[in-house]
């Protein structure tokens, strides 16, 4: 298998018991690099995260970790010292403390970065039981034990879920740091753009299948475009004559209408027809920018297609 | 420290944390024998029924030694012959036997109805007249009386409390495998606790033995507490010397073992907590029932008492009953702790092969 990559899935395919099918294929996550997944909910990206992992068991799977199959990794204990996952549960036993949850993290890999535990603040919390934290702090120890160690293999899924937002940032600035000095790959599930900005290729999942992974720059570039341009439209527009001729504007890739507006997806050439247009319809209402994280979110969840 | 050692650490503190763990373990068992002792032993405490058996001659000696060797081996009976004295004459429960010299005489069966509430007196009757068909008397050849307390020698002392101690402790170590740790277990993989575990640098049979060894330092805690508790109040008319101590850590050390193996391989492979307990009461009710815990077993039909003698749980507590009461030695008790180590060496090894860490 090719060294390039922490995660290959040739073919991956899950059927449960409600009849919910997934299905991914030719799936490469590239090593040393945050790969962010999105999708709407329920479209199966911790599904797909939990296959991966050896959590959910597939019909079909074909999967690579880090160039061995994944009954392989799984099987030994020492390849798991270099795997560090948050998952969406965390279910300890509720009468355990936060210290005893440190001491059993350490007693596990043998080394704890003093940088991760002050980072995520554990100190302020390692006398309380874990049945007395709040659902930020929780998470805050569920990260402490997937990172904790430094590994090389990282999956978080929705990691910032609870967070207060200096936490959040902390947590981003932490996974930049990680990532930089140790070189390791991440595999992040997300619907906060703030996440997606440290990302450094996209997947997205949309039906329960793999749809897209592209690097941000190509995600952009082929699939959204690098402006998004936003139309509000009152009772008084003309709606329908104003789509129409957004489908005339060249460069527009995608656009969408929701909820009393517009959303054009295109290069930065469309500016002029746009303006045009706004001015031709005498629109009071609108914008155009950059394409963000959160476009590409928004692009991913609410209009995938 | 290593990682089996923090496991168990964590292990332990975190149950003793949890108070209702605390009251199941601990202060449940005693209020069980309380309650049992109460529907059970009788108005006056420690109940005791009596056997007299009246006559002389070739015929009485034949029939008492037949009698003493069928309920001298049954569980849960200490039959032993002795005068009754003014002391013991004040028991009321009892079983009067007459049996003529002339063979052609019926043999005369009276049990006394002043003890409606010593069941165990009539279970015994029960047993006695099954025990005088196996010594090959039919039913014509005695008359079942019930008659008034008679103030004549009695024979065969049977006190309940010490029959049934060791019964509940069999009953509280087997339940509280199954019901406190083995649903524990089930429903921490249902909540996607163990997810985490599959992923850590941990192999399972660490897990599977430091969860081990902390639940059995747990019942083995409370199977000491609790004999202590129980010969306080209720007396078991035993000496607690340096050798029935160490026979006794040996025997409830193997038990505790067994019923923890059993409880972990069940939960090993089932998914959903409804599941578990309703296996659970599938074992535990007739195990309990059948296994001479607290119900003498002389009357159930031979097949019932052959099914519970293989499974753990009575010879766990015959083993008991017989080190503590007859001054067993380990040899004398070879079977109930070779029958123990087969069921846990069979239930550790399917653990260790059949746990699961997901639902999946």
């Given at each position: ?18 009849g ?11 090593k040393g690099?945050?790969t962010?997944i ?11 995260v ?7 068991k ?10 061995k199959?994944?009954?392989d ?23 355990i ?9 350490k ?12 980072d ?18 929780k ?13 090389s ?20 600035s ?17 619907h906060?753009?703030y ?44 709606a329908?004559?104003?789509?129409t001729q ?9 656009h ?11 290069n ?22 950059h ?5 590409i ?9 | ?10 292990d ?24 049992l ?5 009788g108005?006056?405490?420690p ?6 058996i ?14 003493k060797t069928?309920?001298?081996?049954s ?9 009754l ?9 009892g ?9 052609a005489e ?13 069941t165990?007196?009539?279970i015994?009757?029960?047993?006695l007249?099954?025990?005088?068909g196996?010594?090959?008397y039919?039913?014509?050849d005695?008359?079942?009386n ?11 002392g ?5 029959y ?8 509280i ?28 640098p941990?192999?399972?049979?660490k ?5 081990t ?27 607690f010397?340096?050798?029935l ?5 040996l ?11 059993l ?17 659970a ?8 029932f ?71």
């Open positions: 298998m090719n060294q390039k990559y922490i995660v290959q899935v040739d073919d991956l395919k899950l059927v449960f018991e409600d919910t099918q997934f299905s991914f294929a030719d799936i490469n996550i590239a690099k945050i962010g999105i999708g709407p909910n329920g479209s199966g990206k911790t599904t797909f939990e296959a991966v992992l050896d959590l959910k597939p019909q079909i799977a074909k999967i690579w970790i880090d160039g199959t994944q009954k990794f799984f099987s030994e204990a020492k390849n798991r010292q270099n795997l560090g996952s948050q998952l969406q549960v965390f279910a300890f036993s509720e009468t403390k936060v210290s005893e949850m440190v001491a059993l993290h007693a596990l890999y043998n080394q704890q970065s003093t940088r991760v535990y002050d995520l603040a554990l100190a302020e919390i390692s006398s309380k039981r874990l049945d007395k934290l709040s659902g930020g702090q998470q805050r120890v569920n990260l402490f034990m997937a990172l904790a160690h430094l590994p293999f990282i999956t978080l899924d929705e990691p910032s879920a609870a967070l207060d937002k200096t936490m959040a940032e902390t947590l981003i932490l996974l930049k740091y990680i990532v930089t000095n140790e070189g390791c790959s991440i595999m992040l599930v997300t906060h753009p996440e997606l900005d440290i990302c450094d290729e996209i997947m997205t999942i949309y039906g329960g299948t793999n749809t897209y992974l592209e690097t941000r720059k190509d995600f952009i570039e082929n699939i959204i475009g690098s402006h998004h341009a936003q139309i509000f439209i009152g009772e008084n527009d003309d329908a004559a104003i789509e957004i489908k005339h504007i060249a460069d527009v890739k995608q969408f209408r929701q909820n009393g507006h517009v959303d054009i997806f295109g930065g050439n469309m500016e002029g027809d746009f303006l045009a247009l706004v001015k031709r319809h005498n629109l009071k209402s609108y914008s155009f920018a394409t963000n994280s959160a476009d979110l928004k692009i991913s969840t609410s209009y995938a297609s | 420290m290593s990682l089996f050692i923090q496991l168990a650490l964590i332990l503190k975190s149950y003793f944390r949890n108070s209702f763990a605390l009251f199941f373990t601990f202060l449940f068992p005693v209020l069980l024998l309380f309650l002792m109460l529907a059970f032993g108005n006056d405490g109940s005791k029924t009596y056997v007299k009246s006559g002389e001659g070739a015929r009485a000696e034949r029939f008492t030694k037949d009698l069928i309920l001298g081996s569980r849960g009976v200490v039959f032993d012959i002795q005068k004295t003014v002391e013991n004459a004040k028991f009321s429960n079983v009067v036997i007459t049996i003529p010299q002339n063979a019926k043999i005369d069966i009276q049990v006394q109805k002043d003890a409606p509430l010593n165990y007196s009539r015994y009757a029960l047993m007249v099954n025990a005088m196996e010594i090959g039919e039913k014509w005695y008359v079942l019930i008659v008034a307390p008679s103030e004549a020698p009695i024979l065969q049977l006190k309940y409390g010490q049934l101690i060791p019964g509940v402790m069999g009953m170590l087997i339940s509280t495998s199954l019901f406190g740790f083995c649903t524990f277990l089930v429903e921490q993989r249902a909540k996607g606790a163990f997810k985490a575990y599959h992923l850590y941990l192999q399972k049979w897990f599977i033995a430091a969860f060894s902390t639940r059995y330092l747990i019942l083995l805690g409370f199977s000491f507490i609790f004999l202590f508790v129980a010969d306080w109040v209720y007396g078991m008319d035993a000496v010397d340096l050798a101590i160490g026979k006794l850590f025997l409830i050390s193997l038990g505790t073992l067994t019923f923890l193996s409880a972990l391989l069940i939960s090993a492979r089932i998914m959903a907590v409804g599941m578990v307990t309703g296996i009461n599938l074992l535990f009710y007739p195990a309990t059948a296994s001479d815990l607290y119900i003498p077993q002389g009357g159930f039909p031979q097949i019932v008492k052959s099914l519970a003698d293989l499974f753990p749980l009575g010879p766990f507590a015959d083993a008991m009953r017989a080190i503590v009461y007859k001054g067993a030695s380990l040899s004398d008790i070879s079977y109930s702790l070779i029958n123990m180590s087969i069921w846990t060496i069979i239930c550790f090894g399917l653990t260790l092969i059949l746990f699961k860490w997901t639902t999946d």
